[in-house]
């Protein structure tokens, strides 16, 4: 009789209860750290975004507004061909000019105002002798002064410009300071004028050229007048 071979011990399988482990408690805090993290961070990119995309808008917008002042003011002045000495009125600021007028071989006047009740800058035309207009054409918004320079300052034609170029001046300038904002806060967006336009039709010889701190010469009537009128 032969001696019986050892049985090799039976395979020893997992007990069905090994799936349903669960994790810990601190797997799961771990978990949900991580989860709050990656949130906050996707969150504050988002916001970030758009911030950035309102302030972008704001920048386009009063960046807008300040290219539709410089082609405007530049359009008028270019042909004028006399500019009064700006002034401040109950707040509101003002600048006139004359220029040819073609169609009636008489005189164009155009008075140009910020207006302070709506920061906006305004513009009205009429013939000189004809009825001054009561109603006003915004070309901007949203537009602020500095207050250490005035929006509107005239350059007789003559006297040195504040550049400090050393040969007088043969026309007469208008220079712009202004500040166009878009929105509000940090997302403001702000652009600034800030230029000389040159009147090409001018001279030493223009009226009211020699006004300095006032305007003495009355180009479109009263000047006190057409200041008041509203």
Request: charged share 15%.
């Amino acid at each position: 009789m032969s001696p019986s071979r050892p049985t090799a011990p039976a395979p020893v399988r997992p007990s069905p209860q090994g799936d349903d482990d669960g994790a810990t408690l601190v797997e799961l805090l771990v978990a949900m750290s991580i989860l709050t993290t990656v949130l906050v961070v996707m969150l504050s990119a988002v916001v970030g975004l758009g911030r950035m995309t309102v302030k972008t808008q704001n920048l386009t917008d009063a960046t807008g507004d300040v290219r539709t002042v410089y082609l405007r003011l530049d359009r008028d002045v270019r042909y004028a061909d006399a500019i009064s000495v700006p002034g401040e009125v109950a707040g509101d600021w003002f600048v006139e000019m004359t220029s040819p007028e073609r169609a009636t071989s008489g005189t164009r006047c155009t008075q140009w105002r910020l207006h302070r009740a709506g920061s906006s800058l305004q513009v009205r035309t009429w013939v000189r002798g004809a009825a001054v207009p009561t109603t006003w054409t915004t070309v901007a918004g949203s537009l602020a002064t500095d207050p250490a320079r005035p929006p509107f300052t005239r350059a007789a034609a003559g006297s040195t410009p504040p550049q400090g170029a050393q040969v007088p001046l043969a026309r007469q300038q208008l220079g712009v300071h202004l500040l166009a904002q878009r929105g509000t806060g940090e997302p403001a967006g702000r652009a600034v004028v800030d230029t000389a336009f040159t009147a090409r039709n001018s001279s030493a010889g223009s009226p009211g050229n020699a006004d300095t701190t006032t305007a003495v010469a009355d180009l479109c009537g009263s000047t006190a007048t057409i200041r008041s009128t509203s």
